[in-house]
């Protein structure tokens, strides 16, 4: 028999990683990777937006020479690129990785060490698209990337293997991520925490991943195909050798139309914790709203054809597209919906989350409305490639991702650095971004249906144009300064905010469980659950320290989690999990000099890589020490 | 017979515990769902394969390439589906306990994949004589499919060596042998892709 204050020295001892500079090539713990995520999103989230700037500088008056031609593609190209792959979903799988564990009651993720080497792949994919800058060779064929202007014959320099080559290597790590959340889920929930329990930030995380599972590969297969075109000679979209460009579209399509709700779902799921919180009641029709969860990432895969209306495809598959992404509107309606419900029937506190929230109900309604607008094929082959597009598209996905995304910020920053940031100068933050989000992307509807083509370098005067421009690049600039103020609030809460304490907003999922910032280990003691709102449960925390006498609650065996049943979370059994190990960095490193090697052309070097890999992989797999038996 | 339920004994307890599904080591499902999406990319080629050949010329294949021989693919399906035979055997042997099945399924199916892949060498030599990816799509669709799952075939040949080293090291018995279930399950999953490729790209073009 050990005593509890023993059996928490162990669980120190047996979670706490090495400090110093070593660990940070070798940490394998949720809370730290999620961290990294989030940094590193939000860099390529500033580059991204210091490249939108420039585009809205060049475009403020007609007749601009700031950024010529070639240029601008290579800025537009790499914005969308990098705010879609390299901000969006590593952004919201970095508060997956944080927050899925700790809501879930675990301490970590099923797959530690995949978990670390998807950093490290997201990391030196992204790199890799962006230090095709520093050759000026950077993608410049747009984000969807047709063929055949990208093809060998019309972009015979490298730039769009920065693309096809960084895309398939970051595909690797969100597949990996996407892995690591749905075993997670599946796996490590707290006992109690049955599926008509789980909350329904991580349900939205789920229905993600498992759109991931299933849309990732057309893109991959896609860039593939086009590699081989491009480097090889083959004749997948080259209709001179009997392929179709066309191809490209259906395959890219295929994946883009369920990337929208990948970076969106979650986005969504956020919102969905947010909301009860400070509503101050649990959620209106939860049931409801992981069917809807469900049901989004299922049609998604159903409607990407309304993205080609104007390619000239038959009458009838036109139809079929055009149904479905009407349908697609159902569960939308039904999260929208639930939200309000659960605002006006509970207690609204208007705190800067919630303000946020508020933000993006009334960008994602308005950018859902012009997507309605899209469905109808005549009204889409009229706007198709105008800035309407990009006003539509922008109300999406900053309103319908940035926004959560802030609001996560502010919501769950005090959690992760144990510190409140300050509440008015998020609010400033929010009232500059709101309204210059509104500045920058309302009047492109108006350029857009004036006849404003988008990807123009420049336009002409005397077109109309010129107020509705001069309105966006001011927008712009708005919204930076919204930025600055958040990222001011950040650092200056790192410093000067007050402590935070455990839950500094009476939240009701077991993250505000523990302290902030948590343990390694999470939690002292292994939580039950008996509700999808365990902290609003009757005495629950007094039940939890109750616990910690129990030493199968406190779990404190070897680096030891609780596995328990996919369906009703009953316990099974402990399993051990995997210490910091350096093994995912030199597997990604593997995988860096492959795919770096294939994209400059030197395969001896490329072939390198394959050695490190499989080595790598060798010893990841090696047994640590004689398993137990099951 | 009678038709009185109750009349007839209840299941045992045993019974009736035997049938609830076991839970699933997390091992386990990161196979199901890696294999999920490996199934989905082979999906995603074989699509674009009739993509492109029902926009193609009425021809299949197009410019005069003759349709694919079909002895030799045949054998090489026979010798790679029946390596699951031997693989099974490995699986079922460790769970109940006996090394020996193990290490001499593992063997079978290691010889016979390897066999698999031979072939494809010899049958990619035959075929680079009579046109290559450069040719035209039809070429390109051909190596890059094959040549994809041959890459697979190799993956599961390394999974299947790393797991025999470990066999004859003794890492695995009755209780401890997810490596061995896991590759079990990647090997199959490569068999079942061979059989929508011969249909789709040997058979299909004879139809």
Redesign the interface.
């Known amino acids: 028999m050990t005593t509890v204050a023993e059996r928490t020295q162990r669980l120190d001892e047996s979670w706490g990683e090495a400090p110093g500079l070593g660990s940070w090539f070798t940490t394998v713990d949720h809370k730290k990777i999620g961290r990294r995520y989030i940094w590193t999103a939000s860099v390529f989230f500033a580059m991204a937006g210091f490249e939108a700037l420039a585009l809205r500088t060049q475009l403020a008056r007609p007749d601009q020479t700031l950024i010529g031609p070639g240029a601008y593609n290579q800025l537009f190209t790499m914005h969308g690129t990098t705010m879609i792959f390299l901000f969006a979903t590593p952004m919201l799988f970095g508060f997956g990785n944080y927050f899925v564990p700790l809501m879930l009651g675990a301490r970590d993720m099923a797959f530690p060490r995949l978990n670390a080497f998807g950093y490290w792949v997201f990391l030196f994919a992204g790199l890799l698209m962006n230090a095709s800058f520093l050759f000026g060779q950077a993608p410049n064929g747009g984000w969807f990337n047709y063929v055949p202007l990208t093809g060998p014959q019309y972009t015979p320099k490298v730039n769009i293997g920065f693309y096809t080559v960084g895309l398939l290597f970051l595909g690797i790590s969100t597949t990996a991520g996407a892995i690591n959340f749905i075993v997670t889920t599946f796996k490590l929930r707290a006992p109690g925490m049955s599926l008509n329990r789980i909350p329904l930030f991580v349900w939205a995380i789920l229905a993600t991943a498992f759109a991931v599972v299933f849309a990732l590969p057309a893109l991959n297969a896609d860039n593939a195909m086009l590699l081989l075109d491009r480097k090889f000679g083959f004749h997948f979209f080259d209709p001179a050798g009997g392929g179709d460009p066309v191809l490209w579209q259906h395959l890219f399509w295929l994946f883009g139309h369920p990337d929208v709700y990948i970076i969106v779902l979650p986005a969504l799921g956020i919102v969905s914790a947010i909301v009860p919180v400070f509503s101050r009641r649990p959620m209106v029709g939860y049931f409801w709203l992981v069917l809807a969860n469900v049901a989004t990432a299922v049609i998604s895969f159903g409607v990407w054809v309304h993205h080609m209306f104007a390619v000239g495809l038959p009458q009838l598959s036109m139809s079929f597209f055009s149904a479905a992404s009407l349908v697609i509107t159902i569960p939308g309606g039904i999260q929208i919906f639930s939200w309000v419900a659960t605002m006006l029937r509970g207690r609204l506190v208007l705190a800067t989350p919630m303000l946020f929230v508020l933000g993006f109900l009334i960008s994602f309604v308005a950018g859902g409305l012009t997507g309605v607008m899209f469905a109808v094929v005549p009204f889409d082959q009229q706007v198709t490639d105008s800035y309407f597009v990009v006003a539509h598209f922008h109300y999406v996905l900053f309103g319908g991702a940035v926004f959560p995304i802030l609001a996560a910020l502010y919501y769950w920053m005090p959690k992760i650095t144990g510190r409140l940031l300050s509440e008015r100068l998020g609010r400033l933050s929010f009232w500059l971004i709101f309204g210059g989000f509104n500045l920058l992307f309302f009047p492109m509807h108006v350029s857009g249906l004036l006849g404003m083509p988008r990807r123009v370098y420049t336009f002409l005067p005397g077109l109309g144009w010129e107020g509705w421009n001069l309105a966006s690049s001011v927008g712009a600039y708005v919204v930076a300064l919204g930025f600055l103020a958040s990222l001011v609030n950040l650092l200056w809460s790192l410093r000067r905010g007050e402590p935070a304490g455990d839950d500094p907003w009476g939240g009701d999922s077991l993250e505000w469980a523990t302290s902030s910032p948590p343990p390694p280990y999470n939690f002292a003691t292994v939580p039950v659950v008996h509700s999808a709102y365990p902290l609003w449960e009757d005495r629950f925390r007094e039940r939890l320290d109750a616990a910690r006498g129990s030493e199968e609650r406190q779990l404190a065996g070897d680096h030891e989690v609780l596995r328990t049943s996919e369906l009703d979370a009953e316990p099974e059994r402990a399993i051990e999990m995997p210490s910091e190990t350096v093994v995912p960095l030199v597997v990604a490193l593997g995988f860096l000099v492959a795919f770096a090697g294939l994209l400059a052309g030197w395969y001896l070097v490329a072939a390198l890589g394959v050695p490190v890999v499989l080595g790598g992989l060798a010893a990841w797999a090696w047994p640590r020490r004689q398993e137990p038996a099951r | 017979m009678t038709a009185d339920a109750r009349a007839v004994t209840a299941p045992t307890a045993e019974e009736v515990a035997a049938e609830v599904p076991a839970?699933?080591?997390?091992g386990w499902?990161?196979m199901v769902?890696?294999i999920?999406?490996?199934a989905?990319?082979f999906?995603?080629?074989v699509a674009?394969y009739f993509?492109?050949r029902f926009?193609?010329?009425p021809d299949w294949p197009?410019?005069g390439i003759k349709a694919p021989e079909l002895s030799l693919p045949l054998v090489m399906s026979a010798i790679l589906l029946s390596s699951s035979g031997p693989m099974v055997l490995a699986d079922r042997g460790i769970r109940a306990g006996h090394v020996g099945r193990l290490r001499l399924g593992l063997a079978a199916t290691f010889v016979l994949g390897a066999t698999f892949l031979g072939l494809q060498g010899y049958e990619y030599m035959t075929k680079l004589e009579e046109f290559t990816?450069?040719?035209?799509?039809?070429?390109?669709?051909f190596f890059?499919i094959t040549g994809f799952h041959g890459m697979h075939v190799l993956v599961g040949l390394?999974l299947i060596l790393?797991v025999m080293v470990?066999a004859w090291l003794g890492?695995f018995?009755?209780?401890?042998h997810?490596?061995v279930q896991t590759t079990a399950m990647y090997w199959h999953f490569v068999d079942a892709v061979w059989v929508v490729i011969m249909l789709s790209l040997y058979i299909g073009p004879h139809l």
């Open positions: 839970g699933r080591p997390t499902w990161g769902m890696f999920t999406t490996e989905t990319l999906a995603a080629l674009s993509y492109l926009q193609s010329t197009p410019g990816p450069r040719t035209n799509v039809y070429g390109s669709l890059a390394l790393f470990r890492h018995d009755k209780g401890r997810l490596h």
